[in-house]
């Protein structure tokens, strides 16, 4: 073979390996592009996603004004406690500091005695129990004694008291006559003392929010926990203590410090109607953040929750007297625990109406 042929089968092996080097490369492009185009609309898919719950949360967190809950210009104020006569005003003082700052003498860490789960009465009676739909203390002196279908029976504003003590803040209750329970007794009395006998105050206790034509969502209300209540009562519901350590600035709202399945709030038309007209922090019955439906269902979601038992086997001993919203048997109705702790209610109530008919 002479110089020329050699120098000609070099060239074509360099034209081949080019040839396929090229080939290679344009096939490694259109790999990569098919790669792009199926996985990029993966990555699109998934940011759209993200974008849109990202979106859902930040909407769902931003502040929204609905409608004042109630316009009146004659709601329920508390009596004055600098108005109290000499003689009172310390034993009213030191009753309203035990309400603001219960643990603090009541709790854990009480310098009077260990009663209570941490809490303060005041974590549930807003503003030492005087604020407007706060579950105040407007009608407390007014309405009792009274007849409760709970315990089937009279009830005096000790026993009132001492079911606080006992459901709400998971403990004991101080006993009659001790400086503690007098105090309290006393400043519930007072502040309430310019409402009638027998009559109501407008705005006191808890707003009642209107009820759903469904059931509450606990799974709906678990998004909006985490939008609007994480940043003060936490991911896993254990509130916030003070700097001190000995209270809470932002109370449990389940868990071993929270209230237990007695309390008058594990009852979701009280729940919902509470954090309806006061939550999140900065809401008022005057300016709420929450549509209803987002009160039910948060109410639904952090009642869902665990949180300390009690025995209720004394409780309501006319089972036809139960609350349409007490989630637990026997009932005098065909509903189910379920539909009596979540709804929808609209039902239970048209029965238990219909049942007092005959």
Wanted: hydrophobic share 35%; aromatic share 8%; glycine share 8%.
């Amino acid at each position: 073979m002479d110089v020329n042929s050699d120098k000609d089968i070099s060239k074509l092996i360099k034209q081949v390996n080019a040839l396929l080097w090229g080939v290679g490369g344009i096939l490694a492009v259109v790999v990569v592009m098919v790669l792009l185009i199926f996985v990029g609309d993966d990555m699109v898919r998934e940011d759209a996603e993200a974008g849109e719950l990202n979106r859902a949360l930040i909407d769902s967190a931003a502040p929204v004004n609905h409608p004042p809950l109630d316009e009146s210009n004659d709601l329920w104020t508390a009596v004055d406690l600098t108005q109290a006569p000499a003689s009172a005003k310390a034993q009213l003082e030191y009753g309203k500091d035990l309400i603001v700052n219960t643990a603090k003498y009541l709790g854990p860490k009480g310098s009077v005695a260990h009663l209570t789960n941490g809490m303060n009465c005041q974590n549930c009676h807003l503003n030492a129990g005087t604020q407007p739909y706060g579950n105040n203390y407007g009608s407390v002196a007014s309405t009792y004694p009274k007849y409760r279908g709970r315990s089937g029976a009279i009830e005096d504003i000790y026993k009132r008291v001492a079911d606080c003590f006992e459901r709400s803040l998971n403990g004991t209750a101080p006993k009659v006559g001790s400086k503690e329970m007098e105090a309290i007794v006393a400043y519930i009395n007072y502040v309430g003392s310019n409402v009638k006998k027998g009559e109501k105050a407008k705005g006191s206790g808890i707003y009642d929010v209107a009820l759903l034509d469904r059931a509450a969502d606990p799974a709906k209300g678990k998004v909006l926990y985490a939008a609007k209540c994480v940043s003060c009562h936490q991911t896993d519901g254990s509130g916030m203590l003070n700097a001190d350590k000995v209270a809470y600035q932002y109370p449990p709202l389940w868990g071993d410090h929270s209230y237990n399945h007695g309390a008058g709030l594990y009852r979701l038309s009280r729940f919902a109607g509470y954090i309806k007209a006061n939550m999140p922090l900065g809401a008022s019955y005057k300016a709420p953040q929450l549509s209803d439906e987002e009160a039910w269902d948060i109410a639904a979601y952090v009642n869902s929750m665990p949180r300390p038992s009690k025995d209720l086997s004394k409780d309501w001993p006319k089972i036809e007297e139960k609350n349409f919203d007490h989630p637990f048997g026997p009932f005098a109705d065909a509903f189910s625990e379920e539909q009596h702790k979540y709804g929808p209610f609209k039902p239970i109530k048209a029965a238990q109406k219909q049942a007092k008919k005959g």
